[in-house]
């Protein structure tokens, strides 16, 4: 280990010199109180920026042992130390000049979901953020007096601020981690509950826009209220609130098992009400308004994909022989209309071990949805190779045993069918079960039910290694995730913009590297595609995400490389994604 003055000698030394001759910094230093490690030195200005870690040690942090003793506390705080970190970052505002990348500094600190991720980690003796910084540059020269700045100077002074605990920060952090650990402890009682989701007395479900995640001000929002019938309370291990108010329960509307419609008239919150079910399989930040809705671990968004590729799925419970003669038994196609792609996400949902499917009859295939009793009449069954949802639903519940949520304004088909009916009428939520199942019988629904058969087991498929190529040029491997709803792995671009669970871009490239993971060590002849995702979260919960880039433990001393960029993935969206690469082949077990 180095000396800060080594780093400042040979920063003077290389000034004025090529930009290549930042490489000469790469290694370890004693800066302050902390160390710097200079992992990665980008190649020239315009490159992605060079990456370092900064580090305390826990006698230096001073951070309480209690707030990383389980390991939803470790995520949580872990969670917070980047964000933190990048709130450091943001109110020194370190002077950058310089074209380029020169003079950046910045950590992935995510958005309003608090996921596990790389970017902070926090063990027994010490602390780390991991950034990425902008050498400075004048043309393509050193600017080496200005590097001494970055990293000698502004960087230990934002790491030591952001990394050491005092009586404000621990109000701040505490609450952030109590909130985190209570969020995770309401979705561990819905399955003895007998629930598939939770929301909050006083939730605020409304964003402010269609860009923005960030909450409704509560000037303008209608605050959730559950309506009496569907109120439960659930117990909690800490008070809510950043002083605690001693009570240690939640009130709210509880989704019980089986299937729930959401109805209601356009613009009223159906939608809201949905997104906010599909985002609460994940912890959200204090102040975030969806803190206390909590989905079942296992709840899947399903909706229509036109011209997704699929690969040898079963969609035969609802799509029968089709015109040209093509079994729907192993069914493939580089083109899924929208009825075909969403019977498809439905049984590969159910597949890898869904237990709740969500959907919203505004991204849904309407020939899939629903067959009235006119279309019935004109269009027989032997000339429709569709079996709709409504005659399939209740299979799905009581022979699959996978619950469903379902927002629909537009048709009365399922209600005879649904247990529970949640009218949304200007944000408010409803219970309208009754008064449905008595319009039901008044309004008898004169279409035929379709099928008699149960809903079958869902055939297992076994993805083949060797169509996994990460190869690209020159790059036995090379995997890149620049936006949150795509990957380039190797030659192929794997679509994920109708994967609506995916959150952060930091999981979507740890996707592409899980895909790559699986590809060398899971895959075999025999494993199916639920067994090779059980490994990936067996290899997460073990190694840690760090060892998805180096093959070694999060936690190891002597690691040296920056995988800072890594957020934790669900097994359903890995699954989502592999189904999704162009080059996946299968064979059904």
């Not at 030591?160 to 985190?180: H, I, M, Y």
């Amino acid at each position: 280990m180095n000396e800060m003055s080594e780093l400042v000698g040979i920063l003077r030394r290389i000034d004025g010199r090529s930009y290549k001759a930042y490489r000469d910094i790469t290694g370890t230093y004693r800066v302050g109180a902390g160390w710097i490690f200079i992992d990665h030195v980008q190649a020239d200005p315009f490159a992605a920026p060079s990456k370092v870690r900064f580090r305390l040690n826990q006698d230096q942090s001073q951070i309480p042992e209690d707030l990383w003793e389980s390991r939803i506390r470790r995520t949580a705080l872990e969670d917070f130390l980047a964000r933190r970190m990048d709130e450091t970052i943001r109110w020194a505002r370190p002077e950058r000049r310089e074209k380029g990348k020169g003079g950046l500094f910045s950590i992935d600190s995510g958005r309003q979901e608090v996921l596990e991720r790389t970017a902070a980690v926090v063990t027994r003796l010490w602390v780390e953020v991991r950034m990425e910084i902008g050498l400075p540059a004048t043309g393509r020269r050193v600017l080496g007096r200005k590097a001494e700045e970055m990293l000698c100077n502004a960087l230990p002074a934002l790491g030591e601020k952001a990394l050491t605990w005092t009586p404000s920060v621990d109000s701040q952090g505490r609450n952030f981690v109590l909130c985190v650990e209570n969020q995770e402890a309401l979705r561990q009682q819905l399955e003895e509950r007998r629930l598939v989701a939770f929301v909050g007395e006083g939730s605020i479900l409304p964003r402010q826009s269609g860009v923005s995640d960030r909450p409704m001000g509560r000037e303008e929002v209608v605050l959730f209220r559950s309506p009496d019938s569907l109120r439960v309370t659930l117990n909690l291990p800490n008070p809510i609130g950043a002083f605690g108010n001693g009570i240690k329960t939640i009130s709210g509307m509880g989704i019980p098992r089986g299937v729930t419609l959401i109805v209601g008239g356009g613009y009223h919150g159906k939608s809201t009400l949905l997104r906010a079910l599909e985002r609460g399989v994940y912890a959200h930040i204090p102040g975030d308004g969806r803190e206390y809705v909590v989905t079942h671990p296992d709840a899947i968004k399903i909706r229509s994909e036109d011209r997704r590729r699929v690969e040898k799925v079963d969609v035969s419970p609802f799509i029968g022989e089709l015109p040209n003669g093509q079994s729907t038994e192993t069914f493939s196609t580089e083109e899924a209309s929208g009825s075909t792609s969403q019977a498809a996400a439905i049984l590969e949902a159910i597949e890898v071990g869904a237990r709740v499917l969500l959907m919203d009859e505004d991204t849904s295939a309407t020939n899939l949805m629903m067959r009235d009793a006119r279309m019935q009449a004109l269009v027989k069954k032997q000339n429709e190779p569709i079996t709709p949802l409504t005659d399939r639903i209740r299979g799905i519940y009581e022979e699959a045993e996978v619950s469903t949520v379902l927002a629909i304004g537009g048709s009365g088909d399922y209600f005879d069918i649904a247990d529970t009916i949640i009218t949304v009428q200007e944000y408010r939520a409803i219970d309208s079960t009754v008064e449905a199942k008595k319009v039901a019988m008044e309004m008898p629904n004169l279409r035929a039910f379709e099928t008699k058969a149960p809903f079958p087991q869902v055939v297992q498929r076994i993805p083949l290694a060797h169509s996994l190529n990460p190869a690209r040029g020159r790059w036995p491997v090379k995997i890149d995730a620049f936006k949150v709803d795509v990957i380039k792995y190797g030659e192929t671009t794997i679509d994920l913009r109708c994967v609506e669970q995916v959150v952060d871009c930091s999981q979507t490239r740890a996707i592409g590297y899980a895909l790559y993971l699986a590809s060398q060590r899971f895959m075999s002849r025999e494993a199916t595609l639920s067994e090779v995702l059980d490994k990936i979260d067996e290899f997460f919960e073990c190694e840690g995400l760090d060892a998805l880039r180096q093959g070694r433990s999060q936690r190891s001393e002597r690691d040296l490389s920056h995988p800072g960029n890594f957020a934790r993935p669900r097994r359903h969206e890995i699954a989502a994604a592999l189904n999704r690469l162009r080059t996946l082949l299968v064979k059904q077990q």
